[in-house]
């Protein structure tokens, strides 16, 4: 059985004030059922881990470099994520890999990285619009999980979250149907490369626009083992519908 899980990505959004947000999710879930993890920007980490210690809301980082520790200006180390009170971090996020031109053996690296120094990796894969278009997807994403995805991955290091960049902070979600099929995709390719078992038990989540209105019915789908939420996951009140919806999928 795999763990469900609700994740929030803050993005670059936050000040000490957004607190009483996670102060409130915290409150609200003092244990849980499904996983809930909330990444805020780095400039909270800290605070945001001392706000949910007793609760059962983790923290994790939005991203981390590749190497241990050394001269990259601005970096955050995946051991610095660790020390801050983090369990986990998003990796190859959509908006990483074009900001940042980061290519899957980029995120494999910082992958490798993360999972060596005890964090859960979310790897983030996902066609854009114009390769949906083009009949893509189902390479793009296979491509991004070849390259992305380290073979030392198991259930316990790592996530896949599938995340189509059109419907990313857009507004509009892929059917089900389309859902289904990338999901079941994704899983044949991790059981695959993986074997039954470890493929079996690495945990895929949809993100794109997901809502408190529309949840329960993507955590309907099939190998949908929960979300990453980027808009929806800012406020107590969006995120909470989404995780009840998913307590109860
Ligand atoms: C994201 O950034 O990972 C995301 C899914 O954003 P949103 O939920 O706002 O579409």
Redesign the pocket.
Known sequence: MRRKLAAG?W?MNGTGASLADLSELAQRYPDSAIDILICPPATLLHRAAEVTKTSGVAIGGQDCHAAQSGAHTGDVSAQMLMDAGASSV?LG???RRVDHGETDADVRAKAQTAMEAGLLSII?VGESLEQREAANTLDVVGGQMAGSIPDQSTGENLVV?Y?PVW????GKVPTLEQIAEVHDFMRTLLEKRFGESIGQSIRLLY????KPGNAAEIFGVSNVDG???????LKAADFSGIIDALADA
């Open positions: 990505n993005k998003i996020h959509s908006e983030c979250a995340e419907a990313i902070g857009t993100g794109g626009s997901v979300a990453l939420v980027g808009g929806a996951s």
